[in-house]
């Protein structure tokens, strides 16, 4: 069995900050095939749909499709604040190496 993402605290009260939940959206972490590595990360603002894996924290809410799942099985899903800005981040255990600019990864 696969273990599921986590999500940091930090995650949720930016997405409460921001009025998400508020609007009815989550934030949406989903796996394309592209970026210079082999797949990349979209994050989004959207509303859950039905074969979403939901997680949720105090009305907060980040959502994964179903095809995306297997690989964020046990990554975490943070918000961090940096000299160069404020982003959502993944540490994704099951890539075995990512480009510089952190959303390319390779499996």
């Known amino acids: 069995m ?3 993402p986590k999500v940091t605290d930090r995650a949720f009260a930016r997405l409460a900050e921001i009025g998400a939940g508020d609007k009815g959206q989550a934030l949406r972490v989903a796996v394309q095939g592209g970026g210079c590595s082999g797949f990349e990360y979209s994050i989004s603002l959207d509303a859950p749909a039905d074969d979403d894996l939901v997680l949720e924290n105090d009305g907060q809410r ?3 499709d179903e095809v995306s799942q297997p690989f964020l099985a046990g990554a975490t899903i943070d918000f961090t604040e940096e000299l160069i800005g404020a982003r959502f981040t993944i ?3 099951n890539a075995t190496s990512s480009c510089g600019c952190g959303t390319s990864f390779a499996m």
């Open 62 to 64: 980040v959502v994964i």
């Open 91 to 93: 540490d994704n255990p």
């Open 2 to 4: 696969q273990l599921p």
